[in-house]
């Protein structure tokens, strides 16, 4: 399927709404306090891998796709493609990782 966008070939979209299809696999809103912490936090296993990242930037990236896969259930299309509340609570969990 070359070409298909990433999205089709994770999820039958033929069996969902114009509206679920838009939403699946993306930040709707900003996650809530609790969402951050449930999804975003960096525990001890997470810490120890976000240490082989080799840069700062690498780890800050890392805890912001591995959180956002944790919450969505998917990677986004657009990595960057992120709410800003989530780089800022990810930030200083990276940095625990240095």
């Known amino acids: ?11 039958a979209f033929e069996y ?4 679920q299809a838009r939403r ?5 809103a900003d996650p809530s306090p609790e969402e951050l912490e449930r ?3 960096l525990d001890a296993k997470a810490l120890e891998l976000a240490r082989t990242k080799r840069r700062r930037h690498n780890r800050l990236g890392w805890a912001v796709q591995w959180g956002t896969a944790r919450m969505l259930g998917t ?10 509340v989530v780089i800022d609570y ?3 969990c990276a ?4």
């Open 1 to 11: 399927m070359a070409g298909a966008p990433l999205r089709s070939l994770i999820v």
């Open 16 to 19: 969902l709404s114009d509206e």
């Open 24 to 28: 699946y696999g993306a930040f709707v």
């Open 39 to 41: 999804f975003f936090f």
């Open 75 to 84: 990677f986004l299309e657009d990595p960057l493609d992120v709410p800003q």
């Open 90 to 92: 990810a930030a200083p």
């Open 95 to 98: 940095r625990a990782a240095s």
